[in-house]
């Protein structure tokens, strides 16, 4: 059954690109939307406590900030400055309100993937305390395999869950993103066990175009592709998710439209498709 009201319905700030924070906060009011995630570069120049202060005056909840990580290097210098910016994050995070950190993991091409992971692994761990302090938690994204080679060796649930368990915190969770999980055979299963296992923190609406003309920027808004939104949130609800239903679509194509007229249509297409 698609959903019929927008209580749960959140926007990425990356999904308006051209908005800034203040653009994006009244833009969303006005259409009724009632949270947003926001990404660190739409905050950049203000700065996280003046973002704060706006974010509060607006009434408007925050489901996460997007994003840090990054985490394999072949420097030791490098992967402690990715743990610092994690670090750095997470005290943004705190400072306007988001209750997660959505981590997307990295990977270096070149680099073995296990040994990717294995850092991935270790720079998560650096972060744990400083999240726990915070009490901001950490969603590790699993990303589609066509990032495997340069933005994240994390590329199933499976892998993320497994990461989650060796790391072993209640800070540590994962964030399920339609774009990058809907191929996965295993999906159902394994949102099943991520759900059971409390891990499930985040969960990220868009679609898969088949005709896609570009690996980042081409996301299609739910309906313009071919993944089965319903049965995925479905599978979600039945593992315990009763958390935000958040949009994330970069899309050079929707970015160059009125972004008041791209966001009713997002809005038409959550509450029919989704
Ligand atoms: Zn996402």
Redesign the pocket.
């Known amino acids: 059954m698609p959903i019929a009201d927008c209580t749960r319905l959140s926007i ?1 700030t990356i999904t308006t690109k051209p908005w800034s924070l203040e653009q994006c906060l009244a833009g969303y009011q006005r259409a009724g939307v009632r949270g947003l995630t926001v990404w660190r570069q739409t905050i950049e120049a203000m700065g996280a406590k003046r973002a704060g202060q706006l974010i509060r005056a607006s009434g408007l909840a925050v489901t996460a900030l ?1 994003r840090s990580g990054f985490f394999p290097a072949r420097a030791a210098a490098e992967r402690e400055q990715a743990i610092g910016d994690a670090k750095l994050a997470i005290s943004q995070a705190a400072e306007i309100g988001a209750p997660m950190v ?1 981590l997307v993991c990295g990977a270096l091409p070149g680099m073995p993937l296990a040994q990717a992971r294995a850092q991935i692994r270790d720079g998560i761990a650096a972060c744990e305390p400083c999240a726990r302090a915070h009490r901001v938690r950490l969603a590790i ?1 699993p990303l589609h395999p066509l990032y495997a080679a340069d933005r994240s060796a994390v590329n199933t649930m499976r892998q993320a869950r497994r990461l989650c368990e060796e790391i072993g915190s209640p800070w540590v969770g994962i ?1 399920v ?1 339609v ?2 999980t809907w191929w996965d055979d295993s999906l159902e299963q394994e949102i099943a066990a991520a759900g059971a296992a409390g891990l499930l923190f985040g969960f ?1 609406l868009c679609d898969w175009r088949v005709d896609t003309r570009h690996p980042l920027n081409d996301r299609g808004l739910m309906g313009e592709g071919c993944i089965d939104l319903p049965q995925i949130r479905g599978w979600m609800e039945a593992a315990g998710f009763a958390g935000w239903h ?1 949009v ?1 679509i970069f899309s050079d194509s929707h970015w160059a439209r009125d972004q008041h007229a791209f966001l009713a249509d997002i809005i038409a297409a959550y509450t029919a498709r989704c």
């Open positions: 990425h997007c959505v994204e964030a993103d774009y990058h990220h958040e994330e």
